[in-house]
Structures are given as C-alpha cells and as structure tokens.
C-alpha cells in the first residue's frame, strides 16, 4: 500500500488507535473522541445530504446509532461501529482512488515543456500550455512528444503503449499523426501541432473517464434513490420498536432504546449502498487500461444485454484504407513497369494512388522513388506520364486507348471479390492491371465468430454495392448483410434492429456512422475514428482494436455478477441480523461486527473487477 493510500485511512487510523486506548484506559471519553475522529467527515457528508437535498442517508443512520449507543452507556459499541463505518468508507474512496490512479498517470506522461522552433531557425523551450496550432515542434530521440501533432519532417519509431497498450514501437512516418505523452524512440522530429492542449488525446481520456465515473448505472440511481425511502422506514420502525415494549409490554426503556439502537444497526444498508458504485468504478478502470472508454455505468451495465451488433464496414471490419493485393503483367520487365507506375502514382491526388505506390515499393523492394515527367491526371479517370521517354496511362478501363481481353477477364475475377481495379497501358498498349482492397481486420472474423457462437446477432451496414458488400460479409461471417445504406438510412436501420432484437451495439468510425451510433442502445467508436464518431458514441476503442467490444462484453457480464453477489449477500445479512434482533439472539457488538464486516466485504468483492480479464482466444 502506498503513503498515498495510507492517507485515505488516517481518521480511520486515529479512531481505531482512541478507541484501543479508550478500552484499556476504560476512559469513555476517549471512546467518544473515536467516535468524533472516526464519523466527523461522513457526518458532515450526510448532513449536508440531507440539507441540502431532503434526502435521508446512510451515513445519518450511523451516526445516530453511535449516539444512541453512547447513551445508553455502550461507548465502546459505539465506537466500533464508527471504526468500521469509517473503514468501509476509506476502502470504498481507495477503490475510487485506484480506479482513477491509472487514468491521472497519464496526465503525469505529458510533459510541461516544448522546444518550438521559431522561424528564423533558432529554438526555444515554451511551456507546453502556451503551444500553438501550427507551431513546429523539435522532440529529440529520447523525449516525450508534449502535445498532438502532425509529423513534419522525419522518420522514427514512437512508442505508443502508454495511451493504446500497444507493446511494440510504431513507425511514423512524415504526415502521420502522433500524440502526446508517448516516447520518440529512435531519431529526431519536427512536429506541426494541431490540437490545443486541452483537446489532446490525454486530456480526452481523461476527462471522458471521469465522466463516466461520475455517471451511475441504473442499479446504482435506483439504489440511491432507494437509500432515502429506506432510511424513512428504518427511523419509523425503530421508533416503533422502542416505543411498543415501553407502552404496552412493560419493557424498561433502556432495554427496548438497546434492542432499537440494534435493529438501526444492522438494518442500515451500508452494505447494499457499496454494492454497486465500488464495482462499476472498478469496471470502468478495468477496461479504460485496456483502451475501452466508457461514458457511463449504465453502458457497462447495458452491453451485456445486448441481443445484436451492427458494424459500419469500412474503417470497422476493414482497414479503413486500401491496399495492394493483386498485380499482373504480360511483360517481364516487372521492376522497370513499376518504378513507371510509382514515379506517376506519386503526383497523383487520388486515394488509391498512395496505396499504390507503398504497394508496389515494397512488393518489388525498391528503396528510391523514380521519378516521371508530362504529369497530367483527369480527373474521375486516371493519370498517365512519361517514364524514361515511353508514355503511360493509369486508370478506369474508359481511359486506355486499348483493351486486351485477358486482363480485362482478370480484372474482372478481382472485381467480384471486391477489389478496386486499376488498368496500366505502356504506349499504345494494356500491359497489366492492379487489383486493391481495403482489407478485413485481422481480428474481425474472429470477434464476428465469437458473437454468432455467443448468439449475438452480427449484422454488417455499409454504403457500398452488393457484390463488394456480400464478398466482405461473408468474409467474416456476419450473419446479415445491408449494402447501400446512407447515413440517414443507418439511423433508421439501428432503430428497426432495436425493435427486433432489443438492446444493440452499432460499433462505426465515420461522420456518417454519427447519427446511428447516437441512436442505437450501445454506440461504439473506434479510436481512429472521426471526432463526430466519437462524440456520438457510448463507448471509444482507443487502441482501435475491435476485438476489445469481447474483452468489454466480458466485463459487463462479469460486472452484473459481481454486482448481483453482492446485492443478494447484502440482503440476506441485514435479513439475518434483523430476524435474529427480534428474537434478542444478538447484541450491539455482533450487530455492529456483522453488519459493516458485510459492507467490507462487499467492497472487498468489487475490488476483484480490477483484474485483467483472461479467456482464451477463439
């Protein structure tokens, strides 16, 4: 336990130390100083409850019992309850407080400062605060990136782990994006900031966790709800409970405040109060470690009630981004073609052209990019250009002067798997074809086959054609196929399925993905996705793995059962406890062990939702 943690338990200390001192001094008054120290702050918390909100609590109760035991003369029960009410209570804030440790650590990862690099050349160490969008920034090898940005100038490995637990450096390249808070690992960077410090990564998670920290799960509102009623009738059947034996059963009033002081001890629901808030806390960590952002308990406590999952196809099932499978040439000189093809590519402003040329870079390892000359692209048609003097066109199939007839029969097998078809003409002539797709994940089809074995509905939406549609669809098992969906369409698509199937998860990534992840029961948003996405959504998969939506399954099953033992284990000791005070089988010591050694333990049970999930993967 850290000094962190001890500071938590400090009243709890000072009590426990004055009531020990109290019983073997028998001083009662430092028996009534354990009580002060140990219930001053819930005290105060329940009081200014009540107050201000006209809403009876458990900590009022506590309170209470210690002064009635107190007069009565049992300072020392009194002073045990107290004890353990605080103890119950600084193990609950510990599990809030662990429950965000993880999650303020990344604060603690963005650095304070930045070298800007001005224009007249020269540098100059700002505080992170003070950046700009579109200042340059200078991070040396060894450094923490202060802020997100956009690579500028160089190339180096950046270790990622700290915001998507991805173990192993990614290369970044000039253009891509790198965020705040992780380690430049190999060379020197020039960044081009594009976020204000306050809209980073970071501060994004951070703030996103704590929200949902700060929004119960239904369990949890009707819980607090029910505290207030539940105190009522605490206080009026305890007052009945002393008053009945004095007035009509000739009991002394000692003896029936004694058994009333009792029944308000053990049918206090201190345990059933921290069955929920403890353990939802602890989930929501759980699965913020691991990349899963939720903006609420009630998402958690939802997802495992979900009968179906709608996918957004591209960008979700898929890559995002397309990338070169297939080539074919009827020449042999393969590595003259393409070095033609990547020096004309290159300039080309159409979205398959970069994928194209890394494509055909690494497929043929050519380490130097060639270079063409006469560059003139039509657009909605292709690019041609000249290549050591011998003309090139690359493009549709409307933009070659010539068909040969057994590339197009090619082509037109990859069109039928989906693939983006691509025509090169050399001169005069169709010499070859490229075939590119954007590619399934590869931990799509895994997860689909999961949710279909756990008989999970899996439906894929996408705005693409049929035929690439059903090819992708069937790729990955998805039991239902909707192709040619529009963004209006998706919504309306999410609310028949909900008709259908009840609770369900639509996981997008897009602008157009918004208005059906805000309409469905649970709205996933990969990490990668758009900021629209992600403001619609219920959850974010920050390390952008789809695979994570089982992990959070998971959870939330294992959040109910934890939530469901603990309910019914609180239930049944106040059960217990109060049956056994009617018939005087207990005192103000068992009562007041029994009834807050189930609070503990309640709290103690939450405290295992912090472990890592483990199943095996299927």
Not at 378 to 398: C, L, N
Not at 587 to 599: A, K, Q
Request: hydrophobic letters at 45%; one cysteine or more; proline letters at 3%.
């Amino acid at each position: 336990m850290t000094k962190q943690d001890l500071m938590s338990f400090k009243e709890t200390i000072m009590s426990g130390i004055l009531m020990l001192m109290g019983y073997f001094w028998n001083q009662p008054i430092l028996l009534v100083m354990a009580i002060i120290v140990g219930g001053y702050q819930q005290t105060k918390e329940g009081l200014l409850d009540t107050f201000e909100n006209k809403h009876l609590n458990v900590e009022l109760l506590m309170i209470l019992s210690a002064i009635g035991a107190s007069l009565i003369g049992y300072y020392m029960e009194g002073a045990v309850l107290i004890f353990i009410f605080s103890l119950s209570g600084a193990l609950e804030e510990l599990t809030l407080d662990r429950s965000k440790r993880e999650i303020r650590s990344l604060m603690e990862l963005q650095p304070t400062e930045a070298t800007v690099l001005l224009e007249n050349g020269e540098s100059k160490v700002v505080d992170v605060n003070d950046l700009k969008i579109g200042d340059k920034v200078i991070v040396a090898v060894g450094e923490t990136i202060p802020i997100d940005g956009m690579i500028f100038q160089g190339t180096s490995s950046i270790e990622e782990a700290a915001i998507t637990g991805e173990s192993l450096p990614v290369e970044k390249n000039p253009g891509d994006t790198v965020f705040g808070g992780t380690l430049n690992v190999s060379a020197p960077l020039t960044i081009d900031v594009n976020s204000e410090v306050s809209e980073t990564l970071i501060q994004k998670i951070v703030k996103m966790v704590d929200d949902a920290q700060n929004y119960p799960s239904k369990t949890a509102r009707f819980i607090d709800n029910l505290e207030d009623q539940y105190a009522r009738i605490v206080l009026i059947v305890v007052a009945l409970v002393i008053a009945i034996p004095v007035l009509f059963m000739g009991h002394s009033f000692q003896d029936a405040f004694y058994r009333g002081m009792i029944l308000l001890v053990v049918a206090s629901p201190c345990a059933l109060i921290a069955s929920v808030t403890p353990a939802t806390l602890s989930a929501i960590s759980n699965g913020a470690k691991r990349g899963i952002l939720v903006k609420g308990g009630v998402h958690f406590e939802n997802m495992m009630d979900a009968k179906a999952v709608a996918f957004d196809k591209t960008g979700t099932l898929t890559q995002g981004i397309p990338s070169l499978t297939d080539y074919y040439f009827n020449r042999e000189d393969l590595v003259e073609i393409s070095k033609a093809i990547i020096g004309i590519e290159q300039y080309s402003t159409h979205p398959l052209a970069s994928a194209i040329v890394s494509g055909l870079l690494g497929t043929f390892e050519i380490n130097e990019r060639p270079s063409a000359e006469n560059i003139e692209e039509k657009a909605g048609h292709g690019v041609a250009g000249s290549y050591h003097d011998v003309r090139y066109k690359i493009g549709k199939i409307e933009y070659m002067d010539h068909v040969d007839d057994e590339i197009v029969e090619k082509a037109h097998q990859w069109a039928q798997e989906g693939k983006s078809i691509v025509y090169i003409q050399q001169s005069d002539q169709m010499i070859g074809v490229l075939g590119l797709i954007d590619e399934v994940r590869e931990d799509s089809k895994a997860l689909v086959q999961w949710l279909n074995k756990n008989k999970i509905a899996t439906i894929m939406i996408t705005g693409d054609n049929e035929e690439t549609a059903n090819n992708i669809g069937t790729k990955i098992g998805a039991q239902r196929i909707i192709s040619k969906a529009l963004p209006d369409e998706k919504a309306t698509i999410i609310r028949d399925l909900e008709e259908e199937f009840g609770t369900v998860i639509m996981m997008g990534d897009g602008i157009n993905d918004a208005p059906a992840l805000a309409n469905a029961s649970i709205g996933v948003a990969m990490g990668s996705g758009t900021d629209i996405a992600m403001e619609a959504a219920d959850v974010i998969l920050v390390q952008d793995d789809i695979s994570s939506i089982r992990y959070a399954i998971e959870l939330s099953k294992r959040l109910r059962k934890v939530v469901l033992q603990n309910i019914i284990f609180s239930f049944s000791v106040i059960a217990l406890l109060v049956f056994a005070n009617f018939f005087d089988k207990i005192n103000l010591p068992i009562g007041v062990v029994g009834h807050e050694g189930s609070t503990i333990l309640v709290i103690l049970n939450s405290l295992r939702l912090l472990k890592p999930l483990k199943f095996d993967k299927e």
